[in-house]
């Protein structure tokens, strides 16, 4: 059996297979990369060949036009493919429509790539797979056992509660354009809300994918001073929900609507602090990551010989591992982000 170190390295363009000539989720533009899910810090434009699942494909496509890899190569979930000296393998992550975890395997040694995943029911995605291994690559977004996010249903009535009580405000709901704000449209839609949603131009593009690819979001419509006075008479988007990116709620987009109830979807907002910094009215505890719970039940359920842990609390989740009695190291590799979130 080889060294774990001899399968794949952190390298400042990401993590690096030296037997198989590839990079997985680098951070700049490589001669062959393999690819976890279509969030914009792990998967960039402009690598000479691209492997990831169909989803994850279209995804970088409809962000980055048709002509953002050399060679695009499908990977089909559990199907084991060969490059090089290796064998590799996709399985779901659960974290976001297409995002997969790769296993990497050579000689006796198998790593798996969790790439960012989630434990949670997600209907807009396939589930996470665990999948058994010798070292288990994990992120730690929120890798400190201060989270511990609700069920997403709790925060969803939460949404519900304050339209009803507040019929006369539009609800502007800050949600990350891929795969939040679309796990959020699909989970109001299962509690029974069937009003039009009103959207940010961010989201257009992803939210017709997903509708392309089966998941039904329902009526969406764009959040434009037209599409307001058609829906309330007003152009004030009066009981609305209305949904955006982060970003979209720092510049004048926003202020197009007179005293909206400030909500925004994030594991993040188990921190207060951070909701007030961020003028939130009404925070919404959804993350398409783990909890703490989350990542150590799921590593413990996996049983690795060792974890290497990337972006993130990384510290603490190393010393859990360590007091577990498992072998574990922080990878300190940069270019991943988790605002975003």
Known sequence: MIRPEDLLVPTADGLWCPLGGFHIDPVRPVERALITHGHADHARPGHAAVMATRETLLIMAARYGENFAGHEQVATLGEVMRIGEVSVSFHPAGHVL????????AKGMRIVVSGDYKRRRDPTCLGFEPVPCDVFITEATFGLPVFRHPDDGIEIHKLLASLKAFPERAHLVGAYALGKAQRLIKRLREEGYDAPIHIHGALEKLCTLYQEEGIDLGPLEAATIEAGRKSSGRTDFA?????GPPSAFADRWARRFPDPV?????????????????????PLIISDHCDWDELTDTIAEIGPGEVWVTHGREEALVRWCTLAGIRARPLHMVGYEDEAE
């Open 98 to 105: 297409g995002s997969a975890q790769i296993a990497v395997e």
């Open 239 to 243: 009981g609305a929900v209305v949904i």
């Open 262 to 282: 400030s909500c925004f979807a994030s594991g993040w907002m188990t921190i207060r602090q951070r909701a007030k910094q961020r003028g939130v009215e009404l």
